[in-house]
């Protein structure tokens, strides 16, 4: 029913809010409504606001899912909101995928200071190495992620168009 996916949509929105509030704290998260995450020499500022989308569409997407599996893709609500969040899914991990990419490029044009000459040991500069490395497997892992959220959309997709040709969708589950 389309009353039930908007309840449980309002119901993984405030399920989200809780999420981020415990994570980060009622006055960083509320009062300032900005996050501050420190790498290295650098300062990211995020708004909290995306923080909480994201938080809100990964929980959509995982709910919608299971239920789409256990109602086997025959509410049509439900199939549209599962499309319309995977679509975001993947709007997000591009643009994540994107600032690791040029996190990972500003990496590789390090100067390590003070010179080698001066004695510096070079468990720094290996430990420099690996963080690199781990760039990599994250931008990798997050292709992975991009590739299994377009098949699943081009799955939940086809399916949708079969049950609706087929007109076997219950408009009201």
């Known amino acids: 029913m389309i009353k039930k996916d908007f309840i449980i949509l309002a119901l993984l929105l405030f399920i989200s809010i809780v999420l981020c509030v415990l994570g980060f704290g009622y006055n960083q998260f509320i009062i300032k409504s900005t996050i501050q995450i420190s790498f290295r020499d650098t300062n990211y500022v995020l708004n909290s606001f995306y923080l909480l989308l994201v938080t809100f569409f990964v929980l959509n997407f995982v709910t919608f899912f299971i239920r789409s599996i256990l109602k086997k893709h025959k509410s049509i609500s439900s199939s549209v909101i599962l499309i319309f969040s995977t679509i975001i899914l993947l709007l997000l991990c591009n643009k994540l995928s994107t600032i690791i ?73």
């Open 101 to 173: 990419e040029i996190v990972n490029h500003q990496n590789n044009g390090w100067s390590i200071y003070p010179p080698l000459s001066s004695g510096v040991t070079e468990q720094l500069i290996e430990d420099d190495l690996k963080n690199v490395k781990i760039f990599k497997q994250v931008s990798l892992l997050l292709l992975i992620i991009q590739i299994s959220l377009l098949l699943s959309l081009t799955f939940f997709s086809i399916n949708l168009g079969l049950n609706f040709k087929n007109k076997t969708f219950n408009r009201f589950v």
